[in-house]
């Protein structure tokens, strides 16, 4: 990268409805994953409100700062549920969370405005959306209306066939752009906090994952925090021949490596394991 870019550190906050959240010590997302199809534990908490709900206080007791729910499937060569479907699972999910765990900062995984809508008046707090306003025109209006978080997501095409959409000019070069052009209509639609996800596996190489991975810090030319979601992905266990399910030692070795290059989230399936991670590297920063 040009060593001349200036990079801006981000460590100021998030209005979550009011309540300002500080981001100068890395935050830790914990994935709730109401589908059937998930790489790694589709099928373990659909349909099931008890479960899911013993899940997240697993997760909320083992250290996560925020619980992201999602009711579809977004790996790559997953089909999109449609939003009936997703609201059906995510309701009952976030009034339970909600009123067991008021203080919990609930994130929703979904592309749909009117889920957005719905979920944000339910008491969720972020809308983590992985099409950047693709797939659904409305989705930034009611961010823009509503004033919630949003995570901007790198993605060059929908989920059954992003890994066809790999190559790119310059991938740093494309990937800002990408981003320049949706902050800008972000921030027109009235947008206030917007964190960055770079998209790993979304439409991209495992070769690119790591480039990306490696330049993480040179993202923070957009002076926004910016959330990092590789646990037990295709570009830990392919190289290593091993499944999901053996990737924990891999995707904590990424974590810490994604923490020295600047990421402020963590979107992790092993809350303890990442809460570990940011509580050595605090000491390694207090420590230089």
């Known amino acids: 990268m040009n060593d001349k870019i200036t990079k801006l550190s981000y460590n100021g906050t998030i209005n979550l409805q009011g309540k300002l959240i500080s ?17 790694f534990d589709g099928g373990k908490y659909i349909n099931n409100v008890e479960k899911a709900v013993n899940h ?20 790559p060569g997953a089909n999109l549920v449609s939003k009936d479907e997703e609201l059906e699972q ?20 979904t592309v749909w405005a009117e889920v957005a809508k719905e979920t ?12 950047a306003g693709q797939f659904d025109d409305e989705l930034f209006k009611v961010i823009g209306q509503t004033k919630a978080p949003y995570i901007l997501t790198h993605t060059p095409s929908t989920p059954d066939n992003m890994q066809e959409k ?25 947008v206030v906090d917007i964190i960055l996800d770079l998209g790993f596996g979304f439409g991209k190489t495992i070769d690119q994952n790591y480039f990306l991975l490696n330049h993480i810090d040179d993202f923070k030319t957009f002076g926004l925090p910016i959330l990092t979601g590789i646990s037990r992905k295709t570009m830990i266990h392919k190289p290593l021949e091993i499944t999901p399910q053996q990737a924990l030692n891999g995707t904590t070795f990424l974590h810490a490596f994604a923490l020295m290059n600047s ?26």
Do not use: W
């Not at 997760?59 to 977004?74: E, F, K, L, Q």
């Not at 190559?167 to 027109?188: P, Q, T």
């Not at 990421?263 to 230089?288: G, P, Y």
């Open 263 to 288: 990421s402020n989230i963590l979107r992790v399936h092993d809350v303890k394991e990442a809460k570990q991670c940011v509580q050595l590297f605090k000491l390694i920063e207090n420590n230089k």
């Open 23 to 39: 981001l100068q010590k890395p935050l830790i997302m914990g994935i709730l994953n109401l589908t059937n199809d998930s790489f």
């Open 166 to 190: 790999t190559n790119y000019n310059n991938i740093f070069l494309d990937i800002s752009k990408y981003f320049a052009d949706k902050i800008e209509i972000l921030r027109n639609m009235g």
């Open 56 to 75: 997240a206080k697993e997760m909320i007791n083992d250290g996560a700062d925020i619980i992201d729910i999602g009711a579809c499937s977004t790996r």
């Open 120 to 131: 944000l008046k339910e008491g969720a707090n972020i809308i983590n959306d992985i099409s």
């Open 90 to 109: 995510l309701i009952p999910i976030i009034k339970q969370i909600r009123k067991q765990f008021p203080d919990t900062i609930i994130s929703i995984d």
